[in-house]
């Protein structure tokens, strides 16, 4: 009889025993699909909302800090949770890389994928179009819409003088620099970066067929950009343009005045002009070419390709002609 007692109470021990090892497993088992549910929400689940579209941008300025990107992340609402963003950034250690730039959060990012996106400085591109400005002020304000540096910043190295002549240019021949194009560029671009990348693009863009051409016509890049820009503000018909530029470097061979309304035209600065009268010709300026002969001493635009291509292919008449053109008579 004791002997089955002692035995039932060793069966009694065991199961109580294994009771309690199940009951801790299973606890485990709940307590690690927590952590894990937890971790997963932290990490993976996706986090970002744009407001129903499928991406956004996030513009972080140059000289952010950590508070300053969330302040702007959620600023955007882009953030769901909070909480989980933070925590899993300061794991990665997002708040000591923050890199300024322009950034396209996706609808439905994790928390991972938007931290190493930010972390990494895997930032999106800006397409910067360049067209054909009138001026200085109308350049820097149209590109400054894009990129992060302000319209003063790229006026002060439009009229920089000393900053210039590392390119080769001066502050009345600094736009002929500019080739109209799609610039792929960063948004925190610096005002210096972006003259770089555009002295990049202007020794690309002259290359040896085209500086032979200009040669061949005894200018140089300079001076036959300073007409394709008259060229470019007597017509928009990229075919009249060779006839047109003919005409002036036919004046400019025989030694005449180019007299070119657009010249006056800027140099009056009213650009509402629609005709020039004989009232505005007597206007004192070096860009009046009724009253100063040769080029004037800069662009009066920033011109078009078609026009630069247009002088560099010009099409010379044998003997003197008088072509009206938009009401205006070239001899």
Not at 77 to 92: S, Y
Not at 188 to 211: G, P
Not at 247 to 269: C, E, H, S
Not at 276 to 288: E, M, R
Request: proline share 5%; glycine share 4%; hydrophobic share 40%.
């Amino acid at each position: 009889m004791e002997y089955r007692r002692a035995k039932y109470s060793r069966k009694r021990k065991k199961s109580k025993l294994a009771r309690a090892v199940y009951t801790t497993l299973f606890l485990l088992i709940i307590l690690s699909l927590i952590v894990a549910y937890q971790l997963y929400r932290a990490i993976l689940k996706p986090n970002t909302w744009v407001h129903g579209r499928q991406s956004a941008f996030l513009y972080i300025p140059t000289g952010s800090d950590f508070e300053d990107m969330k302040a702007n992340l959620y600023k955007n609402g882009f953030v769901i949770n909070r909480p989980t963003f933070e925590w899993l950034a300061k794991r990665k250690n997002l708040p000591n890389h923050i890199h300024p730039g322009k950034y396209t959060i996706m609808d439905g990012m994790s928390n991972d994928q938007l931290i190493n996106m930010l972390r990494s400085g895997s930032q999106t591109h800006v397409n910067l179009v360049i067209n054909s400005y009138r001026t200085k002020q109308d350049f820097a304000g149209r590109v400054t819409r894009e990129i992060e540096p302000d319209s003063s910043d790229i006026i002060t190295l439009l009229y920089d003088s000393s900053y210039l002549t590392i390119f080769g240019f001066n502050p009345e021949t600094i736009l002929t620099m500019v080739i109209p194009n799609t610039y792929q560029v960063y948004w925190n671009i610096s005002a210096k970066e972006l003259f770089d990348r555009m002295y990049a693009e202007y020794n690309s863009f002259w290359n040896t067929a085209r500086r032979q051409k200009a040669d061949r016509i005894g200018l140089d890049p300079v001076e036959v950009s300073v007409l394709a820009s008259i060229v470019e503000k007597e017509t928009n018909k990229d075919d009249e343009k060779p006839d047109i530029a003919g005409v002036y470097l036919n004046r400019i061979k025989m030694g005449w005045r180019l007299q070119a309304d657009p010249t006056l035209v800027f140099a009056i600065g009213d650009f509402t002009i629609n005709r020039v009268l004989n009232t505005h010709k007597g206007y004192d300026s070096p860009y009046n070419t009724y009253i100063y002969t040769g080029l004037p001493p800069g662009p009066i635009c920033i011109p078009s390709i078609a026009s630069i291509d247009a002088v560099l292919n010009r099409r010379f008449f044998r003997v003197p002609c008088v072509c009206f053109i938009h009401g205006t008579a070239w001899h």
